[in-house]
């Protein structure tokens, strides 16, 4: 017997809240043809165009490593391009292609579906009360990493 209830751990409840959102935007995505993190990745850089992979990874919440998959995969698929910063060589700056444009528009249209369906579940105040202890869970787990 653990020390802990399975139903008493609010990480089991979160982990579960994430995991429907991701399935649910899987599914949203498929008819635009892009992943999760690929969408995430074209959400990010159509709002801050020339973006560096690292800065992206942490915004998406992925692993530069992982980020840099991402990015291959959008490149192949012309849907992003990528160029050496005018002062900083080593730097890439990425940005998205008219055609990347184009998916984002189709796959943010579906994502928004899934986030507003989501919302429509809550009141104006329990949406913001929500936004407040998640934001708090993340601040708390933050401070414990930063401890351990």
Not at 44 to 54: H, Q, R, T, V, Y
């Amino acid at each position: 017997m653990t020390s802990m209830p399975a139903e008493e751990r609010i990480g089991s409840h979160l982990k579960r809240a994430e995991q429907a959102l991701l399935a649910a935007k899987t599914a949203a995505l498929k008819p635009a043809g892009v992943t999760v993190p690929q969408y995430a990745a074209l959400l990010w850089l159509g709002e801050k165009p020339g973006i560096s992979a690292a800065a992206l990874a942490r915004l998406c919440g992925v692993t530069p490593p992982t980020m840099n998959t991402v990015l291959k995969n959008l490149q192949e698929r012309g849907l992003i391009e990528r160029t050496p910063h005018e002062w900083h060589r080593n730097v890439l700056e990425t940005r998205l292609t008219e055609e990347g444009r184009g998916v984002l528009a189709v796959a943010d249209e579906a994502a928004v579906r899934v986030e507003r369906t989501l919302a429509a579940g809550f009141s104006p105040a329990e949406r913001e009360r929500l936004v407040a202890l998640l934001g708090r869970c993340a601040e708390l787990l933050d401070a414990q990493r930063g401890d351990v």
